[in-house]
């Protein structure tokens, strides 16, 4: 018994389930090496500001209820900062999660 009606079918399923797997936010500590989002660039022109640096690397995302939390390495030892995102472009909730002090 065939699963798929079509060999067609059976690639575009193939190719959605990649998709999917692909998607979602990241609690990884590997940088990311996908352009960055406009949410995110915003988060990383203002995490850097706020670091006093332009060495910062998307670390990865995840979607909440206010907005994308990103999080975000700074400087050569990868220092774990975060930022919240929201759809207009704003940027808020920017602070260094390594020292666990807002900034």
Known sequence: MTIFATP???VYSLAALAALAACGGSETSEPN???A????????R???????TTDVTLMGNSLTADGILVQIGVGPDRAK???????????SEIMSTT?????
């Open 46 to 52: 203002d995490v850097a500001e706020m670091a006093g």
């Open 33 to 35: 090496t996908r352009p």
């Open 37 to 44: 989002t406009d949410a995110e660039a915003a988060c990383l």
């Open 81 to 91: 900062w975060s930022c919240l995102a929201r759809s207009d472009g704003s940027t």
């Open 8 to 10: 067609a079918r059976a």
């Open 99 to 103: 020292d666990e002090g807002a900034m």
